[in-house]
């Protein structure tokens, strides 16, 4: 993938959902059109049957009009609430290469079982963030294949989004793992667990780096 993204956004519908009941074809169409869109991951909730995305678009502009124009628009057809961050992907290049993020060049090796979503409440410019202490222990931590740091647009919470290589891993970096990291930084933190397997096809069709 090119190493110049810009701008990262999660999204996530408050649905109970299985996967093959999602539209997705008939969305990826519309989400194509989408200005500065370059990709898309879909997620699927473990235990929650949640539906969202993690996207890469070329500006923090575009990616802040599809959250303020288009999305909402889909969260309306769904009739239910919505969750949306944008996340300025110029700042993180650094970090997010040393763990081979596939937005910054990483290789992909093993296919994802599970992705994760995290974002601590902190409002530090990334430069602040000690991830040069954080990544080798991050590296080391079992069944993690990429992680792409993120960095909130506007209010410079620090978060990220990884690819494991089994729900086990992921499930336990979330549970044992990240609530360290998140009480070293004396801060409140979210985690969201996702199924990759599901995913697969649709995501392949946005051109989503973890699958090919």
Do not use: C
């Not at 059109?33 to 990709?39: A, L, T």
């Amino acid at each position: 993938m090119p190493s110049d993204a810009k701008a990262f956004v999660y999204t996530e519908l408050q649905i109970a959902l299985p996967f093959g009941d999602v539209p997705w074809a008939e969305l990826n169409a519309e989400i194509r059109k989408q200005p500065g869109f370059v990709n898309k991951t879909w997620l699927s909730g473990i235990g929650t049957g949640s539906v969202g995305g993690f996207y890469e678009f070329d500006s923090v502009e575009n990616a802040k009009r599809f959250v303020t124009g288009y999305f909402p628009g889909e969260a309306r057809k769904f009739g239910v609430a919505q969750t949306t961050r944008v996340f300025d992907g110029s700042v993180v290049v650094e970090a997010s290469r040393f763990l081979n993020s596939l937005h910054f060049g990483g290789t992909l090796g093993t296919q994802p079982a599970a992705f994760l979503y995290t974002e601590v409440q902190v409002s530090a410019p990334f430069d602040a963030v000690p991830w040069r202490t954080m990544n080798p222990v991050l590296k080391a931590q079992p069944g993690l294949l990429h992680k792409t740091w993120l960095s909130g647009a506007d209010n410079h919470s620090a978060g990220g989004f990884y690819a494991f290589d089994t729900i086990e891993h992921a499930a336990r970096f979330a549970t044992d793992y990240f609530p360290t990291e998140a009480a070293g930084l004396n801060a409140a933190y979210t985690t969201r667990l996702f199924d990759a397997g599901p995913v697969a096809d649709a995501s392949r069709a946005m051109a989503s780096p973890y699958f090919v």
